[in-house]
């Protein structure tokens, strides 16, 4: 008896996890707005369109988003929360006496100084969504350039960022461009 409720708890589980799993069946149930959206990032920008859809899909209020304004306020969230840990990585970077750092100081305080504008660019987007205020799409043009000002800077150096940074400044750029798009769209630019 013990082994079959430990089969079936196993069984049980595996359902569970596949289940509530974004991966690897997310392109299967992503919604068509979210399919749209990345397809649109993919022709535009080049992006990855399972990588996109896999990135959009994994956070619950993009997913559960039912239009595009719905939709690009999540996305400008998702866009915020990873520019303020980029911000945070430089700024502490800046703050370290790591004697690698020095030679690129520079470089990290662009980064520290582009994300502190790339996180107060999707923090007025967001309510600039909400008011309808058409001048968000420069502010996302403005995030962009200052995110590929850092990039710029850190490739003139030698210092290598840790994979969850880089990981992450790629998300911020994958959210800027959907969220870039949305806006676009919603407000006929």
């Known amino acids: 008896m013990d082994s079959s409720i430990g089969y079936a708890t196993f069984i049980a589980s595996f359902l569970l996890c596949l289940s509530s799993s974004p991966t690897p069946f997310a392109n299967a149930r992503a919604s068509s707005l979210i399919r749209s959206v990345c397809k649109q990032t ?11 859809v896999k990135s959009l899909w994994k956070d619950i209020p993009t997913r559960s988003a039912s239009n ?4 690009d306020t999540a996305i400008l969230k998702l866009a915020l929360t990873n520019a303020q840990q980029s911000k945070a990585f430089f700024v502490n970077t800046l703050n370290s006496t790591d004697n690698n750092i020095v030679k690129g100081f520079g470089a990290v305080k662009q980064c520290a100084d ?14 600039g ?16 350039d200052e995110i590929v000002r850092c990039g710029k800077a850190l490739t003139s150096t030698e210092i290598e960022l840790p994979y969850l940074v880089s990981s992450t400044n790629f998300l911020t750029m994958l ?7 949305i806006t676009s769209q919603l407000f006929h630019i």
Request: proline share 0%.
């Open 42 to 52: 993919q022709d535009q920008f080049g992006y990855n369109y399972k990588q996109c």
């Open 68 to 71: 595009l304004k719905d939709l």
């Open 114 to 127: 582009s994300y502190d504008f790339a996180v107060d660019g999707f923090a007025f987007s967001m309510g």
């Open 129 to 144: 969504i909400k008011d309808n205020d058409k001048s968000v799409s420069e502010i996302l043009t403005q995030v962009q």
């Open 175 to 181: 959210y800027r461009d959907v969220a870039f798009l």
